[in-house]
Each structure stands twice: as C-alpha cells, then as structure tokens.
C-alpha cells in the first residue's frame, strides 16, 4: 500500500512519480520505491535499490532526485492541471495590456531599486575603503577577520543588535564585510553598522592608532602602555651606527628576504609595545638615500600598520648584496621560523659554492628547486626536498664525484611525474648507494624503481617498522633487496647495516 513521506520536500518528490509508483516503508525505517509491477526500483547500472532514510538531509534528497531521474521514475513534464495554472498566470498578449501594463511597472521598479542599491553599495564601499587605507586596505591578510571583530564590538556597545533583533556574531559580519569589499548591496542594519565604524575613524586625530585601539578591544587585548625610550648607543669598534630613521626610506630585497609574514605581523599591531621593539637591522645603500632592511622586516610593516614613521636602526655601511644575503642567513639560519627554501634562495644570492653547484646539476635533470612539492600538483619537475639535495651533493664516491648527479640522473628514468617521484627518502638512499657502491649499475638501479614506483617503495619502508629517524636507511635496505633480485652471488650488493 502506497505511504506519504513524512519529509515535505520528500513528499514534493513523491508527487512528480510516474502513474503507477509508490512507496513502501522498510522495517528499518527507509523507504523503497516500489514499480507498477510490484517489484523495488534499482539503481541505474547497479544491483542495489533506491533507497531513502525517514530523516534525509539536503545533500541526500538532491541525490536521491538524481537517482530517481536516472531510473526513469519521475515525470519530465508536468501535470495537466500544472500546465493549465502557469497559462493563466502568463501576461496577457491578446492587447488589453492589464497585465503587460503591471509586468512593466514592476520590472521599471525593480531597476530602479537595484539602481539605487548599487550607488549605496559603491557609497559605503568607497567610505570605508578611504579610512583603512591607512592601515593595509581591504587587501591586507587578515582585514576582514579584523573588522568582523571591530563590528562585532560596535554592535555591542551601541545596541545594534538588540535593536534589530540580529546577534552580530564576527562569523555573520565576515561575510557581510565581503559584499562590501566587493561593493555588493548589503541590508541598512548593515549599512548603519559600517557608517558607524566609518565616522569613528574619520573623527579620530590618528586613524591607524584608533583603528588598532578598536581592534584590541575588540579581542580582548590590553592596551598598551608607550614608554618613552632612547636608545643608548656604544661607538667605538661597532661595525654598525644606530640612528633614528624614517620607515619610508626602508625597502626589502628580495633576493634574499622572505615573504613577510602578515599573520604575525597584525598580532604584532594589534599587541603593539615600542619598548619590545627592538631596532632593525639594516644595509645603508646610495649613501643614506635607502635602507634594506636584513632583518626585522616584519616589525616594520607592523609599525607602519600602528602609525610609526620612524624607528630606530643598527646601520651597516659597505655592503654588498652577497654580503647582506650572508647577514641574513647568519642571522635567521637557527630560527625555525624560516622555510628552508627562503634559507636556499638567500644562499644563492650569496653565493654559497654547494648552493649554486645543487641548482645547476637540479637544472641539467631538468628539475627545479622549488617551495612546494610535485606530490600534490601537476608539476613534476619541481622538487622540495632542499636539505636531501644537498646531503646528496656532499656525499662524495671514491671517484671524487658527487652523488647528487647520478641521483637524478636515476629518478629521471624512473619517477619523473610519479607520485612521491621526487621523495626526500629516495633521494638520500640513491645517493647513500652511490656513495657506498662502487659497482652500482644506475641502470639496473632506475629498472627497479621504475618497476615496483615510489609508491610501493615508501609502503615497504615504512612496513618495516624503522623509526622517523631511521628511514633513509630502511629505504636503502629495500632498494638494496630489489636490486638484488635474480643477480648472481658475486654481483650482488652486500646489505646496509
């Protein structure tokens, strides 16, 4: 006997069903299609049949529509009695022009309100953007989570969303504040909320300074206490001045320098204490006319954000730009913080022998160093395990070559857009073989890999059990197995210990 489901837009399903279907429920509390013939309908090209929970999801009915669709179930025109309503609801043609009159009437109003919301939505975007240009723009990492925040605040404080009966949440205001930037139309509620933000930075002395004060409460932070310091200086046989300079004269090279970091640097603003900042290392270039900035680049953007046109700074004179890249590397090589990648760019720009010889022979293979891996992108020639290339270099076989060109010259062969085709552990054990091997037969060796892939070879690795530490050494051990498979005792490689 045909049931009615209980959900409504199962039930509006129900109704498009061909003459003849129905429903039955399950013990399980699902429901079934059942046939005109009294048989359950399948799923198209499979075995199994269309099925549903009493209490579906969105996601579920959608698919479940699919599904019914495909099995020829539903109906693809809709009923007489459907068809008689949308002709009497179509505008008259017949030259009475009642209804083409008000069909006209509504489409000239509602362009005229659409007009009219775009200018108030390219007012306020226009508004807004002028007053946190100041501190980054719409385009700065982090706005719109900032002004969520700001908004949130605002709500509180002033009533807002007691008055309009909407929780201001930073999660709503975040994607409000998107249809601003975007200069989209968005409800007066809204609107008053940004004006609002809008007129306190534009009353403020200091935009920027207000524009963090707000943020601090916004978050909870304390505010902070400036204290007024000078820098006491010690001259003699320093190989650098400290001076007060102007921020606008400071400039990054970045031939060395890594991106800046824009998360740290608005926790940075937004917790600003001057006596924690320290002073900013910096090369003097055309004699005084610039400054780049070798360390502390970040703190710079973020006294920039808070309002500070000057700070103070430790000078260098005389540098070149190998030798600032050398500075900064002396500087940042034991922070974590900094990608090994930004480390072997700055080696390069100084010079650094291994680093330079590593990118040509990377280079000959038709491979390039890069940030990010070819494991998760189309991008096979690209190679991110900066460290393993040059451990590989260093090795040395007892002709006096390095081992990193045979290494690539086999993973070419053999892996070259595979998944995991450029791993770290590959790399190490192929060059540790190298090194340790004098009959090693490249050839064989790239067969082998080609034959069992990366893939495999990693799984067998780690089935081995050998901790982090001791992986190179367990992938070594596989491929030393593999490549002696089928050889003769005498050319047999003598297993790793």
């Known amino acids: 006997m045909s049931q009615t ?11 498009r069903f061909k003459r003849g279907y129905t429903i039955e429920k399950q013990q399980n509390g699902h429901f079934r299609v059942v046939t005109p013939e009294g048989d359950y ?64 009437a509504f ?18 975007h226009d508004r807004l953007a002028a007053v946190i240009e100041l501190v980054g723009g719409f385009d700065q990492p982090g706005m719109t989570a900032d002004l969520s925040h700001i908004g949130a605040m605002i709500a509180r404080e002033t009533g807002k969303e007691t008055r309009h009966g909407i929780i201001f949440t930073p999660d709503l205001l975040n994607a409000s504040i998107y249809r601003v930037k975007q200069s989209q139309w968005v409800e007066v509620n809204y609107q008053e909320l940004w004006n609002d933000l809008c007129a306190r930075l534009e009353a403020a002395t200091n935009a920027s300074a207000e524009f963090f004060a707000l943020l601090r409460r916004a978050k909870g932070l304390p505010e902070t206490v400036v204290v007024a310091t000078k820098a006491k200086v010690q001259v003699g046989d320093w190989p650098f001045r400290v001076e007060l300079i102007d921020l606008s004269r400071c400039h990054v090279d970045h031939s060395y320098q890594r991106p800046v970091d824009w998360l740290w640097v608005r926790k940075t603003a937004a917790t600003f204490d001057p006596t924690l900042v320290g002073a900013l290392d910096v090369s003097e270039r055309g004699h005084g006319a610039s400054f780049a900035i070798m360390d502390g680049q970040g703190r ?64 000959e293979y038709g491979y390039e160093v890069s940030i990010v891996s070819a494991s998760n992108r189309n991008i096979p020639e690209k190679i991110s395990a900066i460290a393993s290339l040059e451990e590989a270099y260093n090795r040395k076989r007892a002709s006096g070559f390095d081992c990193l060109a045979p290494t690539l010259g086999v993973l070419r062969k053999s892996t070259f857009a595979l998944k995991e085709g450029n791993s770290a552990h590959l790399i190490r054990a192929i060059a540790r073989m190298f090194e340790r091997y004098e009959q090693l037969d490249a050839h064989r060796l790239a067969e082998v890999i080609q034959e069992r892939n990366p893939s495999w070879l990693l799984a067998r690795m780690r089935e081995m059990g050998w901790n982090q530490g001791a992986q ?17 005792r005498s050319e047999k490689l003598d297993k790793p210990k």
């Open 107 to 124: 489409r000239a109003m509602t362009q005229e309100r659409d007009r009219l919301r775009t200018e108030e939505a390219k007012r306020l």
């Open 41 to 104: 309908v399948k799923k198209t090209g499979k075995q199994t049949y269309i099925s549903l929970p009493s209490t579906p999801s969105h996601v579920s009915i959608k698919a479940w529509e699919h599904e019914l669709t495909e099995a020829g179930v539903l109906r693809t025109t809709p009923r007489k009695a459907e068809r008689s309503q949308a002709r009497r609801s179509r505008p008259s043609t017949n030259g009475s022009g009642g209804t083409d009159a008000r069909a006209a």
């Open 300 to 363: 710079n953007e973020a006294m920039k954000l808070v309002g500070k046109t000057q700070a103070y700074a430790a000078i260098y004179s005389g540098l070149d730009v190998q030798a600032e890249a050398l500075f900064f590397l002396h500087k940042n090589s034991n922070r974590k913080a900094i990608h090994p990648y930004h480390i072997y760019q700055a080696k390069l720009t100084a010079q650094d022998p291994v680093a330079t010889a590593v990118r040509e022979i990377v280079e």
């Open 5 to 15: 489901l209980p959900d409504k837009d199962m039930a509006s399903l129900q109704r």
């Open 472 to 488: 190179t050494p367990a992938m070594m051990t596989v491929l030393v197995e593999e490549y002696n498979q089928g050889l003769p």
